[in-house]
T-cell receptor, first 114, second 112 residues
Framework: DVKVTQSSRYLVKRTGEKVFLECVQDMDHENMFWYRQDPGLGLRLIYFSYDVKMKEKGDIPEGYSVSREKKERFSLILESASTNQTSMYLC?????????????FGPGTRLTVL | QKEVEQNSGPLSVPEGAIASLNCTYSDRGSQSFFWYRQYSGKSPELIMFIYSNGDKEDGRFTAQLNKASQYVSLLIRDSQPSDSATYLCAVKGSSNTGKLIFGQGTTLQVKP
């Protein structure tokens, strides 16, 4: 079974703090993704990575950065957390096309920024 | 225009009925189409994917694709209360990154 794990299910941080969200997958997938999900807005792509040390901006990268030092681990960093970054954060992984079909999701991290 | 559009619902159907969920997309070069189910508080899980025009059936679920109309749908036959969830349509575009574009999701309520 593919397994994608995220470091925390719930996280509460204060405005201005630096926040690290970690994602680990055990299926040797090349591609990894970070999304945020908000009511009425669906899943929005923040960043994705198609190889170690490679990254590309998604649709809403502002206020975020990422790190991929090892194939299995993809970290999302909020440099200075703000209240508008309160959201559900989902990590996903897949093989690249044409093999990659399904994106496998982690359980999500619900982040609250006070 | 959003790249992938779904009616947010809620769509309410009685138990045993057919639920029909619809999705339109804007990129004519889109290649693959996915339906994910997401229960409240959980992460999305894949139900079906479809590449070719026409219908694809898997148990009670049928995905339908019409590339000319840029339209993909999901039919759920004999709906059960356990089908109550949000259904996300996702489209893989013409890029080679595996990136998916998600619709906002349709909430389905199946009433006993």
């Amino acid at each position: 079974d593919v397994k994608v794990t995220q470091s925390s299910r719930y996280l509460v941080k204060r405005t201005g703090e630096k926040v690290f969200l970690e994602c680990v997958q055990d299926m040797d997938h090349e591609n990894m993704f970070w999304y945020r999900q908000d009511p009425g807005l669906g899943l929005r792509l923040i960043y994705f990575s198609y190889d170690v040390k490679m990254k590309e901006k998604g649709d809403i990268p502002e206020g975020y950065s990422v790190s991929r030092e090892k194939k299995e681990r993809f970290s999302l960093i909020l440099e200075s957390a703000s209240t508008n970054q309160t959201s559900m954060y989902l990590c996903a992984s897949t093989r690249p096309p044409p093999q990659g079909l399904e994106q496998f999701f982690g359980p999500g991290t619900r982040l609250t920024v006070l | 225009q959003k790249e992938v559009e779904q009616n947010s619902g809620p769509l309410s159907v009685p138990e045993g009925a057919i639920a029909s969920l619809n999705c339109t997309y804007s990129d004519r070069g889109s290649q693959s189409f996915f339906w994910y189910r997401q229960y409240s508080g959980k992460s999305p899980e894949l139900i079906m994917f479809i590449y070719s025009n026409g219908d694809k059936e898997d148990g009670r679920f049928t995905a339908q694709l019409n590339k000319a109309s840029q339209y993909v749908s999901l039919l759920i036959r004999d709906s059960q209360p356990s089908d109550s969830a949000t259904y996300l349509c996702a489209v893989k575009g013409s890029s080679n990154t595996g990136k998916l574009i998600f619709g906002q999701g349709t909430t389905l309520q199946v009433k006993p």
